[in-house]
């Protein structure tokens, strides 16, 4: 049973539009998500994450919603660049300390000029 | 620089044979990560381990095999048992619980079975 879903493989967007790239989960005992980048070839490498304790988190173009009722996280890309082109990996953490993070399937952004 | 080294980049495999990943990190974690990826599959894990010495399995770890004997090596051995080899695998290692940026990850191996 998948306990981090992203429900778009792909997604389009001009260059400078905003990206909305979401993501649910089902364990309401997560209580971290992350969110990586990946290029073909290449390992992930971390974005921006959030804590259950807060609804946004913001770090230049990128901004992490969370919406704990609704189970439901979003990664927000403003303006959107060609260079953001990559695989968007969603992750959560059970309880502090945890070791494992548990992955959403991905979604491919592609940033047109 | 610290980090997470994987090689090689790409390996070729005949079937039948088996085939070790290497994987070294000298950030000085505790815990690594063996992920397997394949294309709309997302990251799936196959082994880890908290502490030298002990590991355990992950959703798939059916035909893969490891070992932990130095706290900078988390060798990933491919058998003749696992069915569809053929995948990009990557090696992950994070410190006393996963703090707040995650995981790191080395850069990968792509595993081609001919």
């Known amino acids: 049973d998948q306990q981090v879903k992203q429900n778009s493989p792909s997604l389009s967007v001009q260059e400078g539009r905003i990206s909305i790239l979401n993501c649910d989960y089902t364990?309401?005992?997560?209580?971290?998500f992350l969110w990586y980048k990946k290029y073909p070839a290449e390992g992930p490498t971390f974005l921006i994450s959030?804590?259950?304790?807060?609804d946004k988190n913001e770090d230049g173009r990128f901004t992490v919603f969370l919406n704990k009722s609704a189970k439901h996280l979003s990664l927000h890309i403003v303006p959107s660049q060609p260079g953001d082109s990559a695989v968007y990996f969603c992750?959560?953490?059970?309880?502090?300390?945890?070791?494992?993070?548990?992955f959403g399937k991905g979604t491919k952004l592609s940033v047109i000029p | 620089d610290g980090g997470i080294t994987q090689s090689p980049k790409y390996l070729f495999r005949k079937e039948g044979q088996n085939v070790t990943l290497s994987c070294e990190q000298n950030?000085?974690?505790?815990?690594m990560y063996w992920y397997r990826q394949d294309p709309g599959q997302g990251l799936r894990l196959i082994y880890y381990?908290?502490?030298?010495?002990?590991?355990q399995k992950g959703d798939i770890a059916e035909g893969y095999s490891v070992s932990r004997e130095k706290k900078e090596s988390f060798p990933l051995t491919v058998t003749s048992a696992q069915k569809n080899p053929t995948a990009f695998y990557l090696c992950?290692?994070?410190?006393?619980?996963?703090?707040?940026?995650?995981?790191?990850f080395g850069s990968g191996t792509r595993l081609t079975v001919v």
């Open positions: 992950a290692s994070t410190g006393t619980g996963i703090g707040s940026n995650g995981y790191t």
């Open positions: 364990n309401s005992m997560f209580d971290y």
């Open positions: 992750a959560a953490i059970r309880g502090a300390g945890s070791y494992q993070l548990t």
């Open positions: 959030i804590s259950s304790i807060k």
């Open positions: 381990s908290q502490i030298v010495n002990d590991f």
């Open positions: 950030l000085n974690h505790d815990a």
